[in-house]
């Protein structure tokens, strides 16, 4: 095994030691993965194109040793980029998990890059893969060790055998991506903070009950029999909270949520579905729609950059009608972290106002020997930037397609820097910008220089729903250096598109 100067190959068992990677176990080799030419398999990855090794398994030394994990082994995760952002690994242990008295929780080491990082551990029936628990914690550390720990029960025992890994559950590669973990053991169970909970319900909607059909409000009727707790093996709590007289949904420990109608609701006379909903930690959140059949379901993100606030969004069907069925949805899902509120779920006939450009921004005209392009179809870009460096952000960033036009797309924005070779441009007059957003306002842009590091921040102004355009002079930007600009930073909240970034003479 490579990294090794011997190995000891064996399932490995959580009831008699640790699993600690200290050269022994199982090898993760590609002749021991599970797969249709080889069911007996002991391992396997998940969340890729198959026959590609989209995620590799090594045995490492502790690059970070220290007091949390002195360890001198480590599992080393390797990541493509672009896998699904369910992808991850898992092992077969070579009995099933009995919990001590006292010790209902598993506990692991992980080599946390940034805060937010949210690691799912599931434990599962080896023969019956859709028998199994699982819980989703987060990182705090930077650049450091910390313990993970996860809490089950004593009912847990005796039921799976399969340890299941998502090391950063709900986020795409932008490039590759390196994990570590470590020390996988029973622990104490901790002590679940109590959330903060919303101090009161958000604003009763006024549109006609002759206009919705309604899944959860107090405001309407709603339709008979929804079941808003299914048991598909989820982690989370749901629970109906009184606020003020009015009742709200909580989702407590959230790692996903099913609802399930007790007939398929036919919505495609309506345009768009509302949900008001409150969070003070979640990190990640995405509702789904499902109708029948196998793969059925598709998913929109909801905005958590403002926290301890109730957020309100109409999402048009059409984000939806491209792959569910409108006349026969049969389902809701929800999946992310944390603890939700939700109120107010219903379908409307209101347009909403558009989440997204239908197209990108009109092109750009100046001449190609006047500009230097860091992003934009119109031109050649400067080569090998790195457009989502790991700044700890909570932003995440894709390139979508508009019309045959690419566009940056900014979701969940707190701040997203861009990275690329110093520049000179000081021969240039100034930086032109296109975005775009559906409800902010405003976003902060900096300019930074390296060799001291210097920026300076530009507040531009958004009008909502339409595409802006600025070119903002470099002279404003003083004193970073023009003749060496190395990285861009945005500063915002919500769903922001950009386009277009270029110097101009």
């Known amino acids: 095994v490579e990294g090794c100067d011997s190995f000891t190959e064996a399932l490995p068992s959580l009831n008699t030691a640790t699993i600690d990677f200290e050269c022994n176990g199982n090898p993760f080799s590609e002749e021991g993965a599970l ?30 040793p220290g007091t949390v994990n002195s360890s001198s082994k480590v599992l080393k995760i ?37 805060p937010g990082q949210n690691v799912l551990l599931k434990i599962e029936d080896s023969s019956n893969s859709d028998n199994f628990k699982e819980a989703t914690v987060t990182t705090t550390a930077t650049g450091a060790w910390e313990k993970l720990v996860y809490n089950f029960s004593a009912e847990d025992s005796n039921k799976y055998d399969r340890i299941v890994i998502i090391t950063a559950i709900n986020i795409t590669n932008s490039a590759e991506t390196t994990y570590y973990i470590d020390n996988i053991a029973f622990s104490t169970p901790v002590a679940v903070e109590e959330v903060s909970s919303p101090a009161a319900a958000p604003t009763a ?12 409000s107090d405001s309407y ?17 749901v629970s109906t909270e009184d606020l003020g007289g009015n009742s709200v949904l909580k989702y407590a420990s959230l790692n996903y949520q099913g609802t399930a109608f007790a007939s398929a609701l036919d919505v495609s006379g309506y345009t768009s579905i509302h949900l008001d909903y409150w969070t003070s930690d ?11 059949g196998e793969g059925k379901e598709k998913a929109k993100a909801l905005d958590v950059s403002s926290l301890g606030e109730w957020k309100s969004v109409d999402i048009a069907l059409t984000d939806f009608s491209d792959v569910v069925d409108l006349a026969d949805v049969i389902q809701f899902k929800v999946d992310g972290n944390g603890t939700v509120f939700f109120d107010n779920i219903y379908f409307h006939g209101e347009t909403p106002v558009a989440s997204s450009p ?13 500009v230097l392009s860091i992003f934009s179809d119109s031109y050649t870009d400067v080569e090998g930037t790195n457009f989502n460096p790991d700044w700890g952000q909570s932003t995440q960033v894709t390139t979508e397609v508009l019309a045959d036009n690419s566009v ?18 000081s021969a240039y007059s100034s930086i032109h910008i296109d975005y775009w957003s559906a409800d902010q306002t405003t976003v902060d842009f900096f300019l930074i220089s390296n060799e001291p590091t210097t920026e300076v921040k530009k507040t531009i102004a958004i ?12 002279s404003e930007f003083s004193p970073v250096e023009l003749n060496k600009v190395f990285q861009f930073k945005i500063v915002g909240a919500g769903t922001i598109f950009f386009d277009n970034f270029y110097f101009k003479k």
């Open 358 to 370: 239908a197209a990108g921004p009109e092109a750009p005209t100046a001449a190609a020997e006047d």
């Open 221 to 237: 009727t709603d339709v008979a029999g929804t079941d808003f707790n299914p048991n598909w093996g989820q982690s989370t709590q």
């Open 35 to 64: 797969s249709d030419a080889n069911l007996t398999g002991t391992w396997g990855r998940f969340g890729g194109a198959a026959g590609v090794e989209y995620l590799e398994l090594d045995y490492v030394d502790n690059p970070n």
């Open 408 to 425: 940056l797309k900014y979701t969940n924005l707190n701040y997203q820097g861009t990275e690329f070779t110093a520049q000179d441009v």
């Open 282 to 292: 979640s990190t990640a959140l995405n509702f789904f729609l499902i109708s029948s």
């Open 78 to 114: 390797e990541e493509d980029a672009g896998i699904e952002p369910w992808a991850g690994f898992f092992f077969n242990l070579n009995e099933k998990i009995v919990f001590p008295a006292g010790q209902e929780a598993i506990s692991i080491d992980v080599h946390s890059a940034a």
């Open 205 to 216: 909607p006024s549109l006609d009950a002759a206009d919705v059909m309604s899944v959860f």
């Open 463 to 474: 009008t909502p729903g339409e595409w802006n355009s600025i070119d903002i002079p470099l």
